[in-house]
């Protein structure tokens, strides 16, 4: 079994739906962080989270939210879906650096279209 | 923010060809990673190079953080090798990864 596991790993969806990506790990990590991957670019930062009552916005979070329900899961809200938020999603987890972010391992990515 | 500026956006290799790929950045770090995304979309872990030089098989990667920039070497490719291959670097005293762009490598048999 995957240390990080997404789910859904694909959707479409309709615009104005809300959806939520899930992602749970059993890496024991206490950082979670939310990218997005467009064709052509790099993974941009959503949100992330350095436990369960530290949650920071990253470099693109308009039109998301995010919850962390516990240590091992943090989730993903697209609360009214529009079709530029088509992309291929990545969770990942770190534990704590020496200084600053610890190696960083990605879950299997959620494919997201909508229409 | 840190720029990363990754080189060659896209290369082509016969199998067993040598490469050498670049990442570039504009600040001190206190992290760089090397990952490679596989054809199906999977981002697997390469180094965790914050400094000095590391191998694993085939792969090599070399990060002089004085002169900011990281190399990764793949030797005796394979098609198995082709994909994305993206290196990321948290900026000295920040607390988040910033990937460049990447780069394509399709290996041809």
């Known amino acids: 079994d995957a240390d990080v596991t997404q789910t859904p790993r694909n959707r479409i969806t309709k615009t104005g739906k809300r959806i939520m990506l899930e992602c749970s790990q059993t890496?024991?990590?206490?950082?979670m962080y939310w990218y997005r991957q467009d064709p052509g670019l790099g993974l941009r930062l959503i949100y992330y989270s350095f436990d369960v009552k530290d949650i920071n916005k990253g470099e693109i979070s308009d039109g998301y939210s995010v919850s962390r329900q516990a240590q091992a899961k943090f989730s993903l809200s697209l609360e009214s879906a529009i079709p530029n938020q088509t992309a291929l999603y990545f969770c990942?987890?770190?534990?704590?650096?020496?200084?600053?972010?610890?190696?960083?391992?990605f879950g299997e990515g959620s494919r997201l279209t909508v229409l | 923010g840190i720029q990363v500026e990754q080189s060659p956006p896209d290369l082509i290799l016969q199998e067993g060809a040598n490469s050498t790929l670049r990442c570039n950045f504009s600040?001190?770090?206190?992290?760089l990673q090397w990952f490679h995304q596989n054809p199906w979309g999977q981002l697997i872990n390469l180094f965790y190079?914050?400094?000095g030089t590391k191998q694993n098989g085939r792969l090599s990667a070399t990060t002089v953080a004085t002169e900011r920039y990281s190399l990764l070497y793949i030797s005796s490719s394979q098609t198995t090798d082709s994909g994305v291959y993206f290196c990321a670097v948290e900026k000295l005293g920040g607390n988040k990864l910033v990937f460049g762009a990447g780069t394509i490598l399709r290996v041809k048999s």
């Open positions: 600040d001190s770090v206190n992290n």
């Open positions: 890496k024991g990590h206490d950082r």
């Open positions: 990942a987890t770190s534990e704590n650096g020496i200084i600053g972010t610890g190696e960083l391992f």
């Open positions: 190079i914050p400094s």
